[in-house]
């Protein structure tokens, strides 16, 4: 079963995204996910100008051996851009794979070890009541698990805030500085923070009560010991996680936030390989592993990590954005429902452009997802509808501090 032909499809539909389509002799189409948020054409020619000529004639079940053929194979190992280019490869041959074995891919990782992968919706507020009003839209579409972000007073926009106060509508859909030529720049000050979120989770649970599992995100923004004085004054509140505490590259600042904190902390997201976590997981410094199966080599490189992980307790925490395609998203459901170190899925929702372009099975039911039972992924690329959003240059947001210091995020 050779590949005989590699697409690599650009387009817009809400936002950017990269998909690799491959097509064998036998005449199976398997699809792959490569969107690397506002560097998307990056990974467009690595997948294009490198990697497609090494793929015509290869045999498509050989997934491990091309998983390391494109990582040890190209000399420069890791890195986002890389990463996201074998992800989108090995992904497009699970599906193939999975489709002819005539099962749905989550069949050939172990088949399913639960009925559903529970998930955690993003809502978010300017101020608390409009977060009130976001997290009852959210319970409304059934979330049993909320991640909660606001804005912090004194201080404008801040990333992972919806900015529209239309109830139903909240929703911050990581689009790259709303489309303007260059970045957006925000404003951030961590002591103005670090005073306002408690409030904000007291607030929350005196609303919504005990069993209403709540998330935060941190955005690498604090020193550890900033990190570490939030996780303690989160500890009466009761999160599922912190997470990304700080900046992603030092896994050693994570041992100070966890001797002072019971707060389960959760990194990743920025993570492309099993290196990135050496230290984290062999020290159990996390409680979850939050890479996307799009940024770290696909099933085949996400699942190395997450049985690493498995050995210490450790689960997985998959990021499920809006920059992740459904394609992507899809891959990580199977991985859900096999693996049995599953913690949780985020599942932000993607818009009606980006679901009549990525037409997928499966669904999401009373705050549970299920990659369906289609053979393979359970996804397909609809080009028609895809023609009509052309690739649009975006930027993701820069952060700067009161006094112009530009700060991690
Ligand atoms: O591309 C960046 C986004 O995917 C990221 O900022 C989203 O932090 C994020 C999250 O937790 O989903
Ligand atoms: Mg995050």
Redesign the pocket.
């Known amino acids: 079963m050779n590949i005989v032909r590699v697409e690599v499809l650009v387009a817009s539909p809400d936002r950017n995204f990269v998909t690799l389509r491959l097509t064998t002799d036998d005449g199976l189409v398997g699809l792959g996910d490569g969107t690397l948020?506002g560097r998307e054409l990056a990974v467009a020619s690595y997948l294009q100008d490198h990697v497609a000529p090494l793929l015509l004639n290869r045999d498509a079940h050989r997934i491990e051996d091309t998983w390391q053929y494109l990582y040890r194979g190209a000399y420069w190992r890791r890195g986002p851009v890389t990463m996201a280019a074998i992800a989108a490869v090995d992904v497009a041959l699970w599906d193939i794979k999975a489709q002819a074995a005539g099962m749905p891919l989550y069949q050939l990782l172990g088949g399913a070890s639960r009925n559903g992968a529970r998930a955690y919706g993003h809502a978010s507020g300017r101020d608390i009541p409009e977060l009130f009003d976001s997290i009852r839209a959210h319970q409304a579409q059934g979330y049993k698990a909320i991640r909660i972000q606001t804005g912090v007073p004194g201080l404008g926009t801040v990333y992972?805030v919806a900015s529209s106060p239309t109830v139903g509508q909240q929703r911050y859909d990581?689009e790259p500085a709303r489309r303007t030529a260059l970045p957006v720049e925000e404003q951030w000050d961590t002591p103005a923070y670090l005073r306002h979120v408690p409030t904000v989770f007291e607030a929350v649970r005196n609303e919504f009560g005990p069993e209403l599992t709540l998330l935060h995100?941190g955005?690498h923004r604090m020193t550890p010991i900033q990190a570490a004085k939030l996780g303690k004054s989160l500890e009466p509140y009761d999160l599922f996680w912190l997470?990304?505490c700080t900046p992603g590259e030092n896994q050693e600042a994570l041992r100070l936030v966890r001797q002072h904190t019971t707060t389960p902390l959760a990194i990743g997201?920025v993570f492309n390989s099993v290196w990135d976590y050496q230290t984290l997981i062999s020290e159990q410094l996390i409680d979850y592993v939050r890479s996307a199966v799009t940024h770290t080599g696909g099933i085949s490189g996400l699942r190395k990590i997450l049985d690493y992980a498995a050995q210490y307790q450790i689960k997985s925490g998959i990021?499920g954005?809006t920059?992740i395609s459904p394609v992507g998203m899809a891959a990580a459901l199977h991985l859900d429902i096999a693996i049995h170190n599953f913690g949780i899925q985020?599942y932000m929702r993607h818009g009606d452009a980006t679901n009549q372009v990525f037409r997928q099975s499966f669904t999401f039911t009373d705050g549970y997802l299920h990659p369906g039972e289609q053979p393979g992924l359970g996804v397909t690329y609809d080009d028609q509808a895809a023609a009509a959003h052309p690739y649009q240059s975006a930027y993701?947001p820069v952060n700067r501090l009161l006094d112009g210091t530009v700060h991690d995020w």
Do not use: I, K, R, V
Request: net charge negative; no cysteine; glycine share 8%.
């Open positions: 948020n992972g990581y995100d955005h997470e990304d997201e990021h954005p920059d985020e993701l």
